[in-house]
């Protein structure tokens, strides 16, 4: 090979990749928040799991973009490694597509197949079709890419030293290994199979070797995820690990499979023969169906390794524990005025939850320095946003019940009050990040501005507890006292930041601590204002 055929085929491969990579975001752009609306949706129906997989995969075109998406729900607690583990079984069969269509040799087409998705690209102004037309694009790279492989690697067939090198893919072994670190290379297992497939239609590789190749892709192809699960939690951790350990298994299986019957290759060739581009595509999807049907069933066991793998922390046990529902689970099955009593317990427990993380997040905000404490509020705020989710599509399925009308009403400001403990979280992850800042910037506020803040946060938890007393108790009588607090807030909020503006005329408070400050009384306002909301959401009743 000449030092233009080798260019020339690193050329092709990286084509390739960017028309791969150009398809995967416009069809993900064409789809918007679509696919993450469907995985938002995935239930404990294992079967069901794994054709949302199927689905979004060939969609994307992207196995490793869909696992991406799975490790990011499970790590936000959207998603648990149950329903995840479908997924990406799901995943592994969809991104099987990628090798079927470069099996038809549209090379020849490629040229006016990347015409069209460059008019459409450049000269349609409709987003959406926009997003086609670079997919219409993508698609012809890919093509383009694989016709400079085919013609750059022809003259390999006749160097001694490159067939000597593909000999020793000849070993089982050796060609599993080998196809895990290309494709670990290339961080796809689409690319690298289509690659293999250029390969072996240019007599350079055989079937038999591409049939280990092609297994050994698949574990190379869990690296992205892997990689990308080092920055999230240990959920996320596990979620990589159900993909890798799923992959090795398939692997094993396989393995197993075709040494002990070897006819079941034999009867994939005769699928399509004398076309040993479409064979390899045909052993990637037939395996992958294959190990999904068989490890299915044995999906927990996967599951139970990885948790074995990564043990479940004390802090992660009482997060489980408090991540679902306590009181609604089976509501809809109850009575009417027993449901509503579950409801209305299951929004106070949300409740206290929020309002004492807003507390330890004051705390926090005093003290910086309590990792453990910055750890607790960032699990509390992730089961605020869990609840806030379950407890208001639990509420909309009573709204379905034969209720009187005086429970539809309690219904709906169920679900505006489950908004504001919601926002009352947000507002204490927000506190907790002013306290980051103000240790990693080291930014300063005086002794007297800090006496202030803790004024403020107090008179906010009262308004709060008065509050959620008025709701929960229905004891509007306390509804007064909960009015003249939160006053008293908005005028400290009025008085500090008064005080504050003439401290740093005075240089008592560096800017950024000012800043600091002054985003702190807003946001403490505006919990006290959700107190509020909560204490005369059933007022209109009575």
Same mark, same amino acid.
């Given at each position: ?29 064409? !789809?918007?928040?679509?696919? #993450? ?14 054709? +949302?997989?199927?689905?979004?995969? @060939? ?8 696992? @991406? ?71 012809? /790279? ?5 016709? @400079? ?25 050796? !060609? ?29 590789? =055989?079937?038999?070797?591409? *049939?280990?190749?092609? +297994? ?23 979620? !990589?690990?159900?993909? $890798? ?46 190990? *999904? ?52 317990? &299951? ?53 379905? /019940?034969? $209720? ?10 169920? +679900? ?22 103000? #240790? ?9 501005? /800090?006496?202030?803040?803790?004024? @403020?946060?107090?008179?906010?938890? &009262? ?8 709701? =929960? ?25 008064? =005080?504050?503006?003439? #401290? ?32 005369? !959401?059933? +007022?209109?009743?009575?």
């Amino acid at each position: 090979m000449t030092i233009w055929e080798a260019l020339s085929m690193l050329g092709g491969v990286g084509l390739f990749l960017y028309g791969m990579t150009i398809m995967s975001t416009g069809l993900k752009s064409a !789809a918007g928040d679509r696919l #993450r609306t469907i995985l938002e949706k995935v239930t404990g129906n294992k079967v069901m799991a794994v054709l +949302i997989g199927i689905l979004i995969t @060939m969609l994307i075109q992207s196995s490793s973009a869909t696992d @991406m998406m799975v490790i990011g729900f499970v790590n936000s607690g959207l998603m648990n490694l149950t329903q995840a583990i479908g997924v990406i079984m799901g995943a592994n069969i969809g991104t099987t597509i990628t090798a079927q269509i470069t099996a038809f040799n549209l090379t020849a087409f490629a040229p006016l197949i990347l015409f069209m998705g460059a008019v459409v690209a450049l000269f349609i102004k409709k987003p959406v079709v926009k997003h086609i037309g670079s997919v219409i694009l993508g698609f012809g /790279m890919l093509f383009v890419g694989i016709g @400079m492989i085919k013609t750059a690697i022809g003259s390999l067939s006749d160097d001694p030293n490159f067939i000597g090198l593909l000999a020793a893919l000849d070993h089982p072994a050796a !060609a599993v290994l080998f196809g895990i670190a290309f494709t670990a290379l290339l961080q796809s297992s689409s690319s690298s199979i289509v690659i293999f497939q250029a390969f072996a239609v240019e007599g350079l590789l =055989n079937y038999h070797q591409c *049939v280990y190749l092609v +297994i050994g892709a698949a574990i190379g192809s869990v690296t992205p995820n892997l990689l990308a699960s080092l920055t999230t939690d240990r959920n996320g951790k596990r979620t !990589a690990l159900l993909n $890798l350990y799923f992959n090795l298994l398939r692997a094993a299986l396989l393995i197993l499979v075709i040494n002990i019957f070897p006819g079941a290759l034999t009867a994939i060739q005769n699928l399509s023969p004398g076309d040993v581009g479409r064979q390899i595509a045909n052993t990637h999807t037939i395996f992958a169906l294959f190990a *999904v049907a068989v490890l299915l069933p044995f999906s927990d066991f996967i599951v139970a390794l990885a948790q074995k793998t990564l043990p479940l922390e004390e802090s992660e046990k009482r997060a489980l524990e408090s991540r679902k529902l306590m009181y609604l689970n089976n509501a809809e099955l109850n009575a009417p005025v027993i449901a509503m009593r579950q409801a209305k317990l &299951e929004v106070v427990r949300m409740g206290v939850l929020a309002r004492d993380n807003l507390a330890d997040a004051l705390k926090f905000f005093f003290d910086p320095t309590n990792e453990e404490l910055h750890k607790k509020i960032v699990d509390t705020e992730e089961t605020i946003d869990y609840l806030n989710h379950a407890i208001e599509d639990k509420l909309v399925q009573l709204r379905s /019940m034969q $209720l009187p009308e005086r429970d539809f009403f309690y219904l709906s400001k169920f +679900i505006l009050v489950v908004s504001n403990f919601e926002r009352i979280g947000d507002h204490a992850e927000n506190i907790m990040e002013f306290a980051d800042r103000m #240790r990693d910037q080291k930014a300063v506020i005086s002794e007297v501005a /800090m006496g202030e803040l803790r004024t @403020m946060g107090d008179a906010v938890l &009262e308004t709060i507890d008065v509050s959620m007393k008025v709701f =929960n108790e229905e004891r509007f009588e306390l509804l007064p006292d909960a009015e003249d607090l939160e006053q008293r807030v908005d005028d400290m909020q009025a008085e500090y930041i008064q =005080n504050h503006v003439e #401290r740093l005329m005075g240089d008592t408070c560096d800017p950024l601590g000012g800043v600091i400050f002054t985003d702190m009384c807003t946001d403490l306002e505006r919990c006290s204002d959700q107190g509020i909301n909560i204490a005369t !959401a059933l +007022i209109e009743r009575k």
